[in-house]
């Protein structure tokens, strides 16, 4: 069920985070844990206080803060409360939900997609130098036709 937090505070808001419930059993829960973010201005609001008072028997421990960008993580059935945040409490959450494994496989896939969008070009500037076609598979260890096909309209 999802319920949405109405929320006055001196920042401006901007963006939303989410409020959940997770089972304690849940290995690979999203995001962070709520006591690790103690200063969210959403912990203050009458709703988040009805909310948390509606599932007495959650501790700290398994009302998780996602970030609204990681919003497709959390399980389907769980309870989610989504709340407003400001530019800095969005960025907050990111970056303690972002766990150093974490946040180094997020780089990793990061480099590598800008990569394979680099590789036509490359491929394209390897030919225009004069390298054959196998010497080029040979170097990129796949068919330079994946590039020519992919360049083509």
Not at 27 to 38: I, K, Q, S, Y
Not at 71 to 99: F, K, N
Not at 143 to 151: G, L, T
Request: proline residues 7%; charged residues 20%.
């Amino acid at each position: 069920m999802l319920f949405r937090a109405v929320l006055e505070i001196g920042g401006i808001v901007t963006g939303s985070a989410f409020l959940v419930i997770v089972p304690a059993a849940e290995h690979a829960a999203p995001g962070v844990d709520a006591g690790r973010l103690p200063d969210l201005a959403a912990w203050d609001t009458a709703a988040v206080h009805g909310w948390l008072q509606a599932h007495e028997g959650a501790s700290s421990a398994t009302v998780r803060v996602v970030a609204s960008s990681d919003a497709d993580l959390i399980p389907a059935g769980a309870e989610r409360l989504e709340v407003p945040v400001t530019d800095d409490e969005a960025a907050e959450i990111v970056r303690v939900s972002s766990v150093p494994p974490v946040a180094e496989a997020r780089a990793e896939l990061l480099s590598f997609r800008q990569m394979l969008q680099a590789r036509p070009a490359m491929v394209a500037r390897a030919r225009a130098a004069g390298l054959s076609t196998s010497r080029i598979e040979q170097l990129i260890g796949a068919p330079a036709a994946d590039e020519r096909d992919a360049s083509q309209p």
